[in-house]
Nanobody
Framework: QVQLTESGGGSVQAGDSLRLSCAVSGRSLRGHTVGWFRQIPGGEREFVAADTRSGGKIYGDSVKGRFTVSRDIGQNSAFLQMKSLKLEDTAVYYC???????????????????WGQGTQVAVSS
């Protein structure tokens, strides 16, 4: 059973930074694409970024240049470093993983097999 557990969310002010972690258990992160998504109440899940199994980094337009994805195989964890946070970054953030996702599908939540429970990020002025 593969489990993903996010942590690192919190309440910050605009311009601050946060680092989200996604700890994976039950399977090695190696060979998996990790995607990050976010969702506000009543809204659709929005693609944030992906760290592909081939080493590629893909970012949504709204976070490009501010957010960075990475992973640590030894820790079996993935990370989302968020800088210059804006009010509109407020959301519940989810990590997701899949070993069979194709590159053209990394932006779509339906393509991921495993999901974490989410962690809240609140940005205030």
């Amino acid at each position: 059973q593969v489990q993903l557990t996010e942590s690192g969310g919190g309440s910050v002010q605009a311009g601050d930074s946060l680092r989200l972690s996604c700890a994976v258990s039950g399977r090695s992160l190696r060979g998996h694409t990790v995607g990050w998504f976010r969702q506000i109440p009543g809204g659709e899940r929005e693609f944030v970024a992906a760290d592909t199994r081939s080493g590629g980094k893909i970012y949504g337009d709204s976070v490009k240049g501010r957010f960075t994805v990475s992973r640590d195989i030894g820790q079996n964890s993935a990370f989302l470093q968020m800088k210059s946070l804006k009010l509109e970054d407020t959301a519940v953030y989810y990590c997701a993983a899949s070993s069979s996702i194709i590159l053209s599908s990394v932006r779509f939540d339906y393509a991921y097999a495993y999901w974490g429970q989410g962690t809240q990020v609140a940005v205030s002025s």
